[in-house]
């Protein structure tokens, strides 16, 4: 078994305790993780404050190259942590060698950004000018569904910015973001990046920190509202991105031959297990049955197995407590709809759930109107698409959405009508580093990714000189 160690203050360290990390395919302990007490967590807060002076006075270009040398690292070493994510993480490789390549991908696109001094009057009496300066010591705080490529969200554009860093992956999914620690330790100045990991113990004492001036979290919205709570004392600046219900809108003018394998992998991607999984599709009356055989077929041919197989295309649900919580709605889901696909947890070691469909379900019920953040879909009949964009609306979350037809015109105008911070056409959950990314009601506050997701990591200053 491979060591595992926190990066405190440029330095590889042991944790105070350790703890398990499973393989949710197996349900074997993968590993013995570090697990930082909370004296550690202050240790790495005191190392970024320290570290903070004087990376902010670096150059850009010289952040640029240490985020390229970071990239270079992740792609030298992509095989192995690809591996690594798919035994803590349970997705199928191919998947995981996409979110490790992405990943670095996602620190060169950050390269080509600048925070340019903006000149906003430059008249007889004055000149104003606009600022964006670094906030300080960041504390990042991941889920356990994208542990890499979320990361990616935030530590490429506060480090550019010139903050420092303490980053906390989720405690069921911490080896990849360690691995990735001990590979860049040397590229950055010590204490610049500091890694530590917990047992769900430590994200509110890094969010109250007085030395921390800003949470950039992802993670359930639940856990959202206590970060927003617990940031109220120090007035922090917040990023939150939380859960989400998407919903998907098929049109009567669509071929449900031909759409059903995108709107499967729309909703199954990665499990389900993603925030802007489309988590219930509403479908026309005149083409329903069809869709719904349609999606039973493909549900139904889906290959479930652990991810370093080959050919998987759906691995396991990454954790216990997701496990019990899908089954739980499945169960209340045969009460109120029909399972035509899957709708069981084989006997067997692993937290896998065969992909399900159910159909005859509406509004109302659990698996509607929840969060359910696994592989289990709710088709529901609609008559009129104003009334489905309206039931698409009547929820807390507003992440994602999507409408899908084969007239792009018609499609769009209910696009405009979503309240949710994406909605895509013919297509959902599409992500790209250059695309800013948020959401709206419940979903979130503040946006990630883009030159929108890059000043959130600033804070902006004018300065007004008299002429
Ligand atoms: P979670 O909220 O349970 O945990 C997320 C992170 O918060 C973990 O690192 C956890 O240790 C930490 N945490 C726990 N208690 C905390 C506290 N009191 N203060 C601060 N941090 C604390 O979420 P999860 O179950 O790991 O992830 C699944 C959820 O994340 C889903 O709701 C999903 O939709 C959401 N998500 C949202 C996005 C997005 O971009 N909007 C992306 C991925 C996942």
Redesign the pocket.
């Known amino acids: 078994m491979s060591e595992y160690r926190l990066l405190i203050g440029g330095k590889l360290v042991a944790g105070d305790q350790t703890m398990d990390v499973i393989n949710p395919a197996t349900e074997e302990v993968l590993a013995k993780c570090p697990r930082a007490s909370k004296a550690q967590l202050d240790q790495a807060v005191a190392a970024a404050k320290a570290a903070f002076p004087a990376w902010s006075k670096t150059s850009m270009a010289e952040r640029k190259k240490a985020l390229n040398a970071i990239a270079d690292a992740i792609e030298k070493n992509g095989q192995e942590l690809a591996r690594l994510l798919t035994q803590e993480q349970g997705k199928p490789l191919a998947d995981a060698t996409g979110e490790v390549f992405g990943t670095a991908a996602f620190f060169r696109y950050f390269t080509a950004l600048d925070l340019p001094v903006k000149v906003l009057d430059d008249s007889e009496g004055r000149k104003v000018e606009m600022h964006r300066k670094p906030l300080g010591v960041i504390g990042a ?6 542990p890499l490529i ?1 990361m990616a ?1 935030k530590v490429p554009p506060a480090l550019l910015a010139g903050n420092t860093m303490v980053l ?5 999914t911490p080896l990849s973001t360690l691995r990735l620690g001990e590979l860049i330790k040397d590229i950055l100045p010590a204490g610049v990046l500091n890694i530590i990991t ?7 004492a ?2 109250a920190h007085p030395d921390v001036r800003k ?1 950039s ?8 509202s ?2 927003m709570a ?1 940031a109220a004392a120090t007035l922090k600046r917040i990023t ?5 219900n998407d919903a998907g809108i098929v049109l009567d003018d669509v071929n449900p031959k031909e759409m059903a394998p995108k709107l499967f992998q729309s909703a199954f991607q990665n499990n389900g ?4 999984a489309m988590k219930r599709l509403y479908v026309h009356e005149s083409i329903y049955d069809e869709m719904c055989d349609e999606l039973a077929a493909l549900a139904k041919a889906a290959i479930v197995g652990d991810g370093l197989k080959q050919g998987t295309q759906l691995g396991p649900l990454q ?1 216990k ?2 496990f019990e919580k899908v089954k739980e709605i499945i169960a209340d889901a045969k009460k109120h709809g029909k399972v035509i696909a899957g709708g069981d947890a084989p006997e067997q070691a692993g937290y896998f759930i065969q992909p399900t469909i159910v159909r005859d379900i509406s509004d109302g019920t659990r698996l509607v109107d929840e ?1 359910q ?1 696994g592989p289990v879909l709710p088709v529901i009949k609609y008559k009129d698409p104003e009334d489905a964009v309206a039931r698409a609306n009547a929820s807390p979350y507003g ?1 994602g959405g999507s409408i899908w037809s084969s007239n792009p015109d018609r499609a769009y105008k209910l696009a405009v009508q979503m309240e949710s911070g994406s909605v895509w056409v013919n297509k959902h959950a599409e992500l790209a580093p250059n695309i800013p ?3 709206s009601k419940q ?2 506050l503040g946006t ?1 990714l883009g030159e929108e997701g890059l000043a959130e990591f600033t804070q902006l200053q004018i300065i007004n000189v008299a002429r």
Do not use: R
Request: hydrophobic fraction near 40%.
């Open positions: 705080i991941v889920p356990w569904n994208f979320l969200f906390k992956p989720a405690p069921t917990d047992a769900n113990d430590l994200g509110g890094l969010t949470i979290f992802t993670g359930s919205t639940a856990t959202g206590k970060v617990g939150l991105e939380l859960g989400g297990q993603v925030c802007i954790n407590m997701q969060e953040f992440l990314f948020g959401g979903s979130g990630e």
